[in-house]
């Protein structure tokens, strides 16, 4: 089981950006495919970004053109840079592994956001 370690969360204005990180346990990182999710409070939680093993990414509409999701397979890592930050992405931010044929999802502990407008 892939275990995973977020950090970068925090408190930021209105317009201001963070990075995310999210660092894997395990060799099989570089083959499969890491998400992000967010939950608000009060709200389910969706999908905000995934990267595929060879690079493809998808983003849910609110986040189209303002985040950006990239990974290394070097580092086991997986990043989201987010800009122009709203106060509607307030959350906490969690990195997954996506289910596949050689893993289950799996979730880190979550890192908060925090966007005062």
């Known amino acids: 089981q892939v275990q995973l370690v977020e950090s970068g969360g925090g408190l930021v204005q209105a317009g201001g950006s963070l990075r995310l990180s999210c660092v894997a346990s395990?060799?099989?990182?570089?083959?499969?495919?890491m998400g992000w999710y967010r939950q608000a409070p009060g709200k389910q939680r969706e999908l905000v970004a995934t990267?595929?093993?060879?690079?493809?990414?998808n983003y849910a509409n609110s986040v189209k053109g303002r985040f950006t999701v990239s990974r290394d397979n070097a580092r086991n890592a997986v990043y989201l840079q987010m800009n122009s930050l709203k106060a509607d992405d307030t959350a906490v931010y969690y990195c997954?592994?996506?289910?596949?044929?050689?893993?289950?999802?799996?979730w880190g502990q979550g890192t908060q956001v925090t966007v005062s407008s």
């Open positions: 997954s592994v996506e289910p596949s044929t050689v893993t289950s999802r799996a």
């Open positions: 395990g060799s099989i990182f570089r083959i499969i495919t």
């Open positions: 990267i595929s093993s060879s690079g493809i990414t």
